[in-house]
């Protein structure tokens, strides 16, 4: 079992800048991190993947050009760092890894087999 803890989340207006963090303590597997998010009434929706053993960086549509996944191997933390934020990022924001065995998209919620309890962020207009 690898615990995920998020963390800053928060409120902010439109326009607005967050970075979420991710401690990730005892991940050592060389597969794929992720951020997820989730509105009330929606499905939850994949925002951006990293490849935490050979790089490569993956973005929704949704996102890409203002936000930026990273990790920090020393610190085995996962960050996101979301820029010029809109009202409709507002979602509980999860971290996500998978495991030597994990397979299919790097996207799907059912590659990752750890998850975060969830970060909530707010974009007001």
């Known amino acids: 079992q690898v615990p995920l803890v998020e963390s800053g989340g928060g409120s902010v207006q439109a326009g607005g800048s967050l970075r979420l963090s991710c401690r990730a303590s005892?991940?050592?597997?060389?597969?794929?991190m992720a951020w997820f998010r989730q509105a009330p009434g929606k499905e939850r929706e994949w925002v951006a993947s990293?490849?935490?053993?050979?790089?490569?960086?993956w973005f929704a549509d949704s996102v890409k050009g203002r936000f930026n996944i990273s990790r920090d191997n020393d610190k085995e933390t996962l960050y996101l760092q979301m820029d010029s934020l809109k009202p409709e990022d507002t979602a509980m924001y999860y971290c996500?890894?998978?495991?030597?065995?994990?397979?299919?998209?790097?996207?799907?919620?059912?590659?990752?087999?750890?998850w975060g309890q969830g970060t909530q962020v707010t974009v007001s207009s």
């Open positions: 005892g991940y050592t597997n060389s597969g794929y």
């Open positions: 990293i490849g935490t053993g050979f790089g490569g960086r």
């Open positions: 996500a890894a998978d495991t030597i065995t994990s397979g299919g998209s790097r996207s799907a919620t059912g590659r990752y087999v750890y």
